[in-house]
């Protein structure tokens, strides 16, 4: 934003004496505005926030007693979202950058760090990983919570999320290996109850799941009592490592049995069948893709499925997984996916006189904004910059050293931008990120609490 420093803090004052007030409006000018909405596209102009909501875009907006944010020079994008992360894991960051195989990452994290987690590490873990996210651009994050030991456990990752004001998803699940109370999946009920007891809040539920019962066991194995459980519930169902042979024989089950369809996120999709896919299409089931992760910990062919997704008309969603081992940026899933989608269709022509199918910039954008929310169930909600959907937004610096002069603004977010070119993230109309920082973060208290939890992990022994 282009104001002095004084200017900028007044600014934010303004906004969080009126954060509660249902009729404050914010007027951002003169910006270059992504909308990702396919009517809209891109733009000059401005864009009004009215209380959570966006109100109006477009040029020379005027609206009487508005906080007035002058967003020249910048770039105005819908936030980013991720539609699957082991959120839980965030201290254990890249403890293990070189795993060559999911059975490498199961056995250390799953079968050994996780087993002596407590609620605490629960809490520090989530919240460390979610205010990552929103320092990255990520307003929207769907934590697959696959270490709920106890209620305690569970409650400890979902306040994480409340506590950092993001877009937030938990998706529950059972632990894999150790000790635990067994609590799941009828605990769900008590979730909802109570931490999700509105449709209008930050906060949503999903019942999280395995594809098979290779690793964990039946119990933990997606199937029609688990479909039947999200059913009763009114809430999504999130399925992951969805890869392979075994993978492709249990999408084919589901279909006979009727539990795909538009509210089942199947993770990964790595290495399946054109039999599953076809299943896939036709039900409407949508995908999250991880691409960073197939490629490099190396799942099955350890290539994203983004052409086979789209050979059957599922636009997917993109997600970071496991941040042990990956990065934890939306950025970096861009790239890898467009950089690896390329390479490989202009490898399958080369020689042949064949036309390549090239996947655009645009397109990874949107699989990050727009398809990212629908894959999470909140098309309706976030995702694009829309009159009606919740103000979730970026302001991204245009003129920063590595994105002048702006050309081609897409190309600028995609290609370009990071985290230090994010001067502000907006959550369902609150700053939390402003001048470049998140805010109510004390970060040498943060560093304390990460570190001892990190020195408890790794000195207790497993389970």
Do not use: C
Not at 53 to 59: E, Y
Not at 84 to 110: C, F, K, N
Not at 290 to 302: F, K, N, R, V, W
């Amino acid at each position: 934003m282009n104001a002095n420093d004084t200017t900028s803090a007044g600014l934010l004052d303004q906004l969080r004496r009126q954060s509660a007030d249902p009729r404050r409006r914010i007027l951002f000018t003169g910006a270059t505005i992504v909308t990702m909405d396919p009517e809209l596209g891109t733009l000059r102009g401005d864009l009004l926030v009215e209380g959570n909501t966006i109100a109006a875009i477009g040029p020379d907006l005027q609206a009487e007693g508005a906080v007035v944010v002058d967003a020249s020079g910048t770039i105005l994008a819908p936030g980013l979202v991720d539609t699957h992360r082991h959120a839980w894991e965030a201290q254990l960051r890249r403890i293990m950058p070189d795993v060559d195989d999911l059975g490498g990452y199961v056995m250390a994290t799953l079968a050994g760090y996780a087993t002596v987690y407590r609620p605490e590490d629960m809490y520090i873990g989530t919240r460390l990983a979610a205010l990552t996210a929103l320092d990255s651009g990520i307003t929207t994050m769907l934590d697959f919570s696959h270490n709920s030991r106890t209620r305690e456990h569970s409650d400890a990752a979902i306040e994480a999320l409340r506590d950092t004001g993001i877009r937030g998803v938990h998706a529950s699940m059972g632990p894999h290996f150790g000790d635990w109370d067994r609590q799941w999946p009828a605990d769900l009920n008590r979730l909802k109850d109570q931490y999700f007891s509105s449709d209008d809040q930050l906060l949503t539920l999903r019942l999280a799941t395995l594809a098979t019962d290779e690793i964990a066991g039946p119990a933990l194995a997606y199937g029609p009592e688990l479909a039947r459980t999200a059913a009763d519930l009114g809430i999504g169902v999130s399925v992951d490592a969805v890869f392979g042979a075994s993978g492709s024989q249990a999408v084919l089950s589901w279909a006979e049995q009727g539990i795909l369809g538009p509210d089942v996120t199947l993770i990964h999709s790595t290495g399946l069948s054109t039999e599953a896919w076809k299943v896939m299409g036709e039900s409407g089931t949508t995908v999250a893709l991880a691409p960073t992760s197939d490629a490099q910990i190396g799942l099955e062919t350890a290539i994203p499925a983004v052409d086979e997704a789209l050979a059957v008309g599922i636009r997917p969603g993109l997600s970071i997984d496991v941040e042990v081992a990956l990065a934890s940026d939306l950025f970096t899933q861009m790239r890898a996916l467009l950089a690896i989608q390329r390479m490989r269709a202009v490898n399958a022509a080369y020689g042949t006189g064949g036309e390549p199918f090239r996947i655009t910039a645009h397109d990874v954008l949107d699989f990050a904004t727009l398809q990212g929310a629908r894959t999470n169930g909140l098309g309706d909600v976030t995702g694009s910059l829309t009159v009606g959907k919740k103000a979730d937004l970026l302001v991204v610096q245009a003129e920063d050293l590595n994105n002048m002069p702006l050309n081609d603004p897409i190309g600028t977010l995609v290609l370009g931008s990071d985290a230090r070119n994010i001067t502000a993230v907006f959550v369902d109309g609150q700053p939390r990120k402003w001048d470049g920082q998140v805010l109510d973060v004390n970060l040498p208290e943060l560093r304390a609490e990460v570190a001892a939890s990190r020195d408890h992990v790794l000195n207790t022994p497993a389970k």
